[in-house]
């Protein structure tokens, strides 16, 4: 750990080094406090004994004094600042625009058409030598001089309409961050917490905490840094966040004294020093290795550079990152390693896109490739053949300008195909998305996790807070032997027990646990402290009683003695001393527990009475249970007098001071299920979305809480099972987790009760790589703890609860519900498929546009030597038509016939049967009706024909038309892609759409300013009304053609071929499949096929130096190939976080470089985990690196392997 921590220069942000290693002048250093709070309990007390002797020897060597705190003078404060750092975990470095950008540009599509764009412009500026043109043949190509001045626009068009789609996406990008950053520090800046500081108590930022200061924590606290306990009452911490251990540790001098940063204080008080802030504390190291400090990782690249040339061993180049740090050596190989892998992963829907983008992009460059063929054969044969002309030599630059303009029109026809709106589309459609989902309280960190969401087929949830109020109430009451469905009228209850009840709940609860005002009129009254004892005080509130009159009677101070709440005993007891010398104890409990010491009850009229095993039997029979299985937590009510006369009782021995006691009441408590959630629950099941319940709860409450929300229903075979017995079921005999005895349960399984975090994740990890059903599923978690962060990493969407949600909870997850309700991940999925739907939409619209395009110029050109629609004319179909198309399809709103339906499985193709019917059906109007007009028009509107028509000749009527006709049909057939389903009604709710109204009318009257107006640019002359009509009514024929269309049943069509699926098990190289695939990346893999077509030699070198590489570096460890780790998460990158079971060694983090995404490193010793201290000892849970993916010679995944398949 030492090495870890001497060089913390990176951390103090001090430049000067010599201060450093003085220390400041402190009695003790940095790295011997970070040393020091990494132990726990026992060895943490040898350590101070050892070293210094107790605590107020560490206050002492910090100059602090345990009662006064620190002078607080800004010197001494700066100091302490430069040598132990601030408070302070700097968050990731938000990527810079440009940054954004380049990522942005790496799309393959863009990529065609950045090439096809550059080689168009290329072109078009070169102007070949003239020659004597006689001479050299006469061959019309009809390519006029307006068209080749005019050349450059193409290209200029297609490169400003990819500036237009970087731009959007990088501007989206980074929107999205600022916004929720804003969010991040608006949370920070609110923290305060108190410290003593020149004898005075102040409340200051968490961010002002110093090493040194004296820090008072009391119930309730979220500690904000690391300390050693100076003085505790019955301090009990939970430190589940940082163990996932839900037991309350006890803190004191002689036990335990360490008290860690993100832990809460679940009872007691006392003062600590404060030993480590910021990146030192356990949470900062935690956040450190989640990769928050972004900008440590950048000085240690730098210092890894200079660490190569030295290979100095003392680990500073570890500093801070053990788990992300190279042994030097390895270094070059490793930027090798970098610089061939696709920096950015992709989600399902953008591999599916890219996949399908390439295929157009291969078929539009075989058309073009054609084209080109045929134009230059044409022209060769026709020339030296036909004409019998000799090839001339100062006739070659001639040949090659005719040879460069049938390049052009082949480079036309690649560009119509290639569809450059579909990036847009893409984009468009999820920022709208993310920017609404932000008024359906989802704040979305992921932009794809919201399309993810759409294919959701499970979603496991928490119970309290997420399907429950977290509101305590008292509903049911069992007093003076009645049992009470509802709370009873104060009338009803005699005097003496009303008596007892008051003084019972006022006193024998925590005080700091009240009941304030509401915030806003109209709300409910908020609760602070304990939610059960607020349940409590509550009921006196409903009793027309005041615990507050009581309590200023009897204040704090004058409590006897008090025996706090524990998990152990499972009960809290309060004695109060009486005027007259006796004594009154009041005990409150699980009431099981509680009954067991009743020897007495309050009967009907307020007397105790004799309360025997069989009465008590009685009524856990015909009260507890009942309550229980109606989803209630029982709480019995109870005290005991000693009378004045006798000696005063031995108050150490609990046992005997807390028995013979005599009954007053059994409440049963509820957390209301949220009215809201059923209905939801029924939506989600409607839909196709299977929702399990994992809660820490007990199965009784958990079943019953179940039931109402209709994730059980009466009469249906399903599972519930406690913690316990799910582990029990998926291990085998060596207790290790095996896959198939998981298939075995989780298909049925529906409540997971008192299940530990590393449940949740087990479960979540099982049912992702399950491969029970053909479609693997999609699974979405929500979770608020900081233990739930591996199973929100580990889920395809994770959300987090942004009211009660931890910070490490919140970066682990993909979504934040800022109301931490049910409802709103009903709405994620929905606009989730709505985006699925909007981008298919697009498709249909966009694929029918470039078919028709691409066959018209192709046998144009082939022809006439003369594409019917000219260059720019394409550009305005193309480039316009796509961009606004993209605007009006993207942005449908999502409606509740979404979840109607299943949801679409991973490798669902982007187009269906029916869209597939739609797009040919369509097409095929389109070509009859363009190709009757190009070879029939001249005689249908009798007008000259403008077919052959001479150089430089103005622009016909005949293919104004034909280009008018084209464009009518578009923009009606946009209307029948607001359909994909093969509905019959494709005008359903267009009004509610404004974008697309405007939209259809904008481009419109656009259309009428090119025609009318456009002149020679757009080789346009104007039109008569009769011409426009006939144009508009051969339009309005798509309308009445879709009808015909979705009359004929899809399922007869059994030739047409779905396009745009994911990549298909059958596909992936059985390497891919090996067991340590997180998930398979249909992008990346489309980015090798997409890079095969051009450099398919360059891989293969690749892969050779990569297997090179390999042998080279004689640890086979952990060689896993770039493609295996991949993960949904798109902006920020984080470690996966790896739980396999409580078994002595639990990986917990995986060691994959967060920025990179480097394969696994190959380090020759483990690198030195910061981790020890991340857990109780007694945890089981121990965070490791995961670095031993055994590899053995012929493993799937070591280097021979990767030889065999790759070569």
Request: proline content about 5%.
């Amino acid at each position: 750990m030492g090495d870890m921590a001497n060089n913390s220069v990176a951390y103090s942000s001090v430049k000067n080094a010599v201060k450093e290693a003085n220390h400041g002048d402190f009695g003790v250093t940095l790295a011997e406090l970070r040393s020091l709070m990494e132990l726990r309990a026992a060895d943490a007390l040898h350590k101070i004994q050892e070293c210094y002797g107790d605590v107020h020897g560490i206050c002492t060597k910090l100059k602090t004094s345990p009662n006064e705190g620190l002078s607080g003078n800004p010197a001494d404060i700066e100091r302490r600042e430069a040598v132990f750092g601030k408070n302070f975990i700097p968050p990731k470095k938000p990527k810079t625009f440009l940054q954004l950008v380049w990522e942005a540009l790496q799309d393959v599509t863009l990529i065609i058409l950045e090439i096809a764009a550059v080689v168009s412009l290329g072109l078009s500026f070169y102007q070949p030598p003239g020659g004597n043109e006689s001479l050299c043949g006469s061959v019309n190509v009809g390519e006029e001089e307006e068209e080749s001045e005019a050349g450059w626009i193409e290209g200029a068009a297609i490169l400003l309409s990819v500036v237009c789609v970087v731009l959007v996406t990088a501007f989206n990008d980074w929107s999205k961050e600022k916004q929720f950053r804003g969010l991040q520090s608006r949370i920070e800046q609110e923290q305060k917490f108190t410290v003593i500081r020149g004898g005075q108590v102040i409340q200051i930022p968490v961010a002002d905490i110093i090493v040194g200061d004296i820090a008072q924590v009391k119930y309730g606290d979220l500690l904000p840094a690391d300390g050693i306990l100076i003085q505790g009452n019955d301090l009990k911490i939970d430190e589940s966040s940082l163990t996932g251990e839900s037991d309350h540790v006890k803190k004191s001098l002689d036990r335990d004294p360490m008290l860690l940063s993100g832990t809460h204080v679940m009872e007691g008080s006392g003062r600590m020093v404060v030993t480590a802030v910021g990146v030192n504390s356990q949470t900062g190291i935690i956040f450190t290795l989640l990769g928050a400090g972004g900008d440590e990782e950048e000085k240690e690249k730098e210092k890894e550079k200079k660490e190569k040339k030295t290979k100095a061993q003392d680990g500073a180049a570890m500093e801070m990152q053990p788990l992300k740090s190279e042994d030097g050596g390895d270094g070059d190989e490793k930027d090798k390693k970098k610089a061939n892998l696709p920096k950015k992963e992709k989600s399902v829907l953008q591999g599916k896109l890219t996949k399908l983008a390439v295929q157009i992009g291969k078929a539009g460059l075989l058309m073009s490739a054609i084209t080109v063929i045929i134009l230059v054969l044409y022209f060769v044969i026709d020339t030296f053949w036909v004409q019998k002309r000799p090839w001339l030599a100062e006739c070659t630059p001639i040949y090659i300008q005719y040879f460069v303009k049938f390049f052009i029109i082949g480079v036309t026809v690649l560009v119509v195909a290639v569809p450059e709106g579909l990036p847009l589309a893409v984009t468009i459609s999820l920022a709208y998305s993310v920017k609404k989902m932000m008024k359906d309280n989802n704040l979305v960190r992921h932009l794809d996790a919201c399309e993810t969401m759409g294919n959701a087929t499970a979603i496991c949830s928490d119970k309290t807070g997420t399907l429950t109020m977290n509101r305590m109430t008292v509903v049911q009451a069992y007093i003076n032997e009645k049992h009470y469905k509802k709370i009873p009228e104060p009338e009803a209850i005699p005097e003496k027990t009303m008596a007892y009840l008051v003084t019972g709940i006022s006193v024998n609860c925590a005080y700091t646990s009240k009941i304030l005002p509401p915030e806003k009129e109209g709300g409910l009254p908020r609760h602070v402290g304990n939610k059960t004892e607020c349940a409590l005080l509550g009921l006196l509130l409903d009793l027309k009683r005041d615990y507050q009159d009581v309590r200023n009677e009897i204040p704090e101070e004058d409590l006897y003695k008090v025996y706090t709440f524990n998990s152990v005993r499972k009960s809290m007891s309060t004695v109060l001393k009486n005027s007259d010398g006796s004594f009154r104890i009041f005990s409150k409990g699980a009431s099981e527990i509680v009954l067991k010491k009743c020897f007495k009850i309050l009967s009907a009229n307020g007397e105790p009475k004799v309360f025997r095993p069989r009465d008590r039997d009685d009524i856990v029979k015909t009260v507890i249970e009942p309550m229980a299985s109606e989803g209630l937590r029982t709480i019995c009510l109870a005290f005991r007098d000693f009378p004045a006369g006798e000696p005063e009782p031995e108050w150490d021995n609990e046992n005997d001071i807390v028995t013979g006691l005599t009954c007053i009441a059994v409440v049963g408590i509820e957390d209301p299920v949220r009215p809201e959630v059923p209905d939801a629950i029924k939506k989600c099941q409607r839909a196709g979305i299977t929702v399990r319940m994992v809660t820490g709860d007990n199965i009784n409450t958990a079943r019953a809480i179940a039931l109402k929300c209709g994730i059980l229903n009466p009469g249906e075979d399903f599972l519930c099972l406690e913690g316990k017995d799910f582990n029990r079921r998926i291990r085998n005999e060596k207790g290790e987790i095996e896959q198939e005895r998981i298939d075995k349960i989780w298909p049925k399984l529906r409540v997971l009760a008192r299940s530990s975090p590393t449940d949740k994740h087990t479960l979540v990890k099982g049912i992702i790589d399950s491969t029970v059903f053909d479609q693997r599923q999609v699974v979405a978690v929500t979770g608020d703890g900081t233990n739930d962060g591996p199973a929100l990493k580990k889920a395809d969407v994770g959300f987090a609860m942004g009211i009660a949600g931890t910070d490490v909870a919140k970066e682990a997850s993909d979504i934040i519900l800022t109301d931490d309700n049910f409802t709103s991940i009903v709405k994620a999925v929905m606009w989730g498929r709505n985006v699925y739907d909007s981008i298919s939409k697009f498709l249909q619209f966009q694929l029918t546009v470039n078919v028709v395009a691409v066959i018209v110029a192709f046998t144009g050109a082939c022809i006439t030597q003369d594409s019917p629609l000219k260059a720019v004319q394409m550009l305005w179909v193309n480039l316009i038509m796509d961009t606004l198309a993209s605007l009006a399809l993207a942005t449908e709103p999502p409606t509740e016939a979404l979840l109607l339906r299943k949801p679409y499985g991973r490798n669902k193709p982007l187009i269906s049967r029916t869209m597939m019917k739609n797009i040919l059906g369509h097409a095929f109007y389109q070509l009859v009706v363009v190709f009757t007009l190009l070879f029939a028009g001249e005689k249908i509107f009798d007008i000259d024909s403008g077919r052959n028509a001479p150089l430089h000749a103005p622009p016909s009527e005949h293919y104004t038309i034909v280009f008018n006709t084209f464009v009518m049909m578009q923009l009606f057939n946009e209307i029948n892609a607001r359909k994909i389903h093969g509905e019959r009604n494709v005008f359903e709710g267009i009004f509610n759409n404004a974008i697309f109204c405007s939209i259809v009318l904008g481009t419109f009257v656009v259309q009428i300013i090119i025609v009318q107006f456009g002149g020679k640019p757009f080789s346009c002359s104007e039109l008569t009304i009769e011409q426009w009509l006939w144009s508009i009514f051969l339009g309005m024929g798509t309308l009445l053609w879709g009808q015909l269309i979705s009359t004929i049943p899809t399922s007869r069509l059994k030739f047409l071929k779905e396009a745009g699926h994911g990549t298909q098990k059958e596909e992936i190289p059985e390497e891919e499949l090996a067991e340590d695939v997180e998930e398979i990346d249909h992008a990346e893999r489309e980015l090798r096929r997409g890079q095969i077509l051009w450099f398919r030699g360059l891989n293969r070198i690749q892969t050779q130096i990569r297997v090179v590489n390999a042998f080279r570096s004689s640890l086979y460890e952990g060689l896993e190939k770039p493609e295996t780790r991949s993960s949904i998460h798109n902006f920020m990158t984080h470690p996966e976080f790896r739980i396999e079971d409580s078994e002595p060694h639990i990986p917990l983090i995986d060691d994959t470089d967060a920025e990179d995404d480097a394969p696994t490193k190959r380090n020759s010793s483990p690198p030195p985990s910061p981790n020890r201290n991340n857990n109780a000892v007694d945890s089981g849970i121990h965070l490791t690196t995961d670095k031993n993916k055994s590899a053995t010679s012929s493993s799937p995944g070591s280097p021979l392997h990767s030889l065999e398949t790759s070569l």
